[in-house]
């Protein structure tokens, strides 16, 4: 069965400083990664998507299938970025998301 | 912008009682979703729908909960008799297509059952 796992339930870091937020998976077919944001009083949103490549709000996750990873980086973190942060992996004809149970992230200024 | 609706967004019962969610989903979107999001934990899907039909409710408790869309457009969420570990976040989400689409979720309907 797909697994998600986040191991950082909580992260903190100052504003201006990088930021990594992990995420392992275990599949065993060919996933599609996904990151998905909650900010306070928001609902959950997509952030983006590894099949896109691309960076959102000056994020970028890599797809690493040697270490079955899809972990999440900013160079620069900054306040509004704070948020709940859940990964996500899609499985199966349907395709089904299994969230991870996610890191709430806070940028201190 | 059009978003997917959820009501009511809190709902307090006791244990036994009845409970229904509603959800609209995005005009024109074919699939639409139910998670509940117990508190610390993510999403987790309980049954899917492409239009009217479902496609996956193997984590739906059935002896307890029901799901329809009965015209493919909103749905409803019910839990006779609610339990205490009942109490969660009750999620909708919905795409156009099920496949490589983005999901767009609702505000959620928050449950407490005392």
């Known amino acids: 069965a797909q697994r998600v796992t986040q191991p950082e339930k909580l992260l903190s870091v100052f504003k201006g400083a990088p930021v990594e937020l992990k995420c392992n998976y275990s599949?065993?077919?060919?996933?599609?990664l996904f990151w998905y944001v909650q900010y306070s009083r928001q609902r959950l949103q997509l952030l983006l998507r590894?099949?896109s490549r691309e960076s959102i709000k000056g994020f970028t996750a890599d797809l690493n299938k040697g270490e079955t990873s899809f972990h999440l980086k900013k160079p620069f973190a900054q306040e509004e970025d704070s948020a709940m942060y859940y990964c996500a992996l899609s499985t199966g004809s349907a395709r089904q998301l299994t969230f991870g149970s996610g890191t709430q992230l806070t940028v201190l200024p | 912008e059009a978003e997917v609706a959820q009501s009511p967004r809190y709902k307090i019962t006791e244990k036994s009682q009845a409970v229904a969610f509603w959800c609209d989903p995005i005009?024109?979107?074919?699939?639409l979703y139910w998670y509940r999001q117990i508190l610390g934990q993510g999403p987790e899907l309980l049954v899917q729908f492409q239009d009217e039909s479902v496609v996956d409710d193997s984590q739906l408790p059935k002896d307890r909960f029901s799901a329809e869309r009965l015209k493919g457009v909103d749905s409803t969420l019910k839990i006779q008799p609610a339990e205490l570990g009942d109490s969660a976040m009750y999620l909708c989400a919905s795409t156009r297509q099920s496949w490589g689409e983005t999901q767009y979720f609702g505000p959620g309907t928050r449950l407490l059952v005392l």
């Open positions: 599949y065993s077919g060919s996933p599609e």
């Open positions: 005009s024109g979107h074919a699939t």
């Open positions: 590894h099949i």
